[in-house]
C-alpha cells in the first residue's frame, strides 16, 4: 500500500469513529492521559486544519494562532469530517508530497510528515475507539505502512519524549498491537471501572 493511501485509509477510520461518538462520550478518559474524548479529537482536528497551509509551505509563524481553542463547536462529527476533507486534498495535491514543510522542529519533507500525520490518526483512531467502546480495528494496510516507517524511529520518539515507554506485548501479538504498544500504549487498555463505554 502507498503512502497516500494509508493516509487516506487513516483519516477515514478517524471521522467514522468521530461519527459513532455518543453525546455522553465526550468527557469520558482516552489512554492519552489528561485527554478526555474531546480533547482527543480536538487534536486531530487541529492538525488537520494544519496541514493545508504547511503542505502549501506556510510556516508556523505565518500560520499563528488561527487554529488555537476549540475547534469541534456544537458539530463535532461534522468539524472533523469537513477538516479531514481538507487535508486529504492537500496532501492528495500534485506534487504535495515532494514538497517541504516547515514544522516546529526545523524543515522535513512532506513525505516525512505525512507519515507523521498517518501515524498520529491511527494511534488516535485506536485511543478514540478505546475511550468509546467502538472497533478497534484499524486498516491493516495502513497500519503495516504506517509500523515499517516508525520502525526507525521509535528510539528518536522516546528520545525527544514525545511518546511513553514501549508496553510489553507477546511475541504473537498483532502488527497492530506491537504498534500501539510502541507508542506507550497498552493494548489491552480499557475506561477505568464505573465509566464504561
Do not use: K
Not at 1 to 24: H, I, K, N, Q
Amino acid at each position: 500500500m502507498d503512502l497516500v493511501t494509508a493516509y487516506r485509509r487513516s483519516l477515514a477510520g478517524f471521522v467514522e469513529r468521530v461519527a459513532r461518538v455518543r453525546p455522553d462520550q465526550w468527557s469520558e478518559p482516552t489512554p492519552c492521559v489528561d485527554w478526555d474524548v474531546r480533547t482527543l479529537v480536538n487534536h486531530l482536528v487541529n492538525e488537520d486544519l494544519w496541514t493545508p497551509p504547511l503542505v502549501e509551505g506556510q510556516t508556523i509563524a505565518q500560520v499563528g494562532d488561527r487554529f488555537d481553542g476549540d475547534l469541534l463547536g456544537a458539530d463535532p462529527a461534522a468539524s472533523a469530517a469537513q477538516a479531514a476533507r481538507q487535508a486529504e486534498d492537500a496532501v492528495t495535491a500534485p506534487g504535495a508530497l515532494a514538497r517541504t514543510v516547515h514544522l516546529s522542529f526545523g524543515d522535513a519533507p512532506a513525505r516525512e510528515y505525512v507519515y507523521q500525520l498517518l501515524a498520529d490518526h491511527l494511534v488516535h483512531s485506536w485511543d478514540l475507539a478505546a475511550a468509546t467502546g467502538s472497533d478497534p480495528r484499524l486498516d491493516d494496510g495502513a497500519v503495516g505502512v504506517c509500523a515499517d516507517w516508525f520502525a526507525d524511529r521509535v528510539d528518536i520518539y522516546r528520545g525527544a519524549g514525545v511518546i511513553a515507554d514501549r508496553v510489553p506485548v507477546p511475541e504473537t501479538a498483532s502488527t497492530q498491537d506491537r504498534l500501539i504498544a510502541a507508542f506507550g500504549r497498552d493494548p489491552a487498555w480499557r475506561p477505568p471501572a464505573g465509566q464504561a463505554p
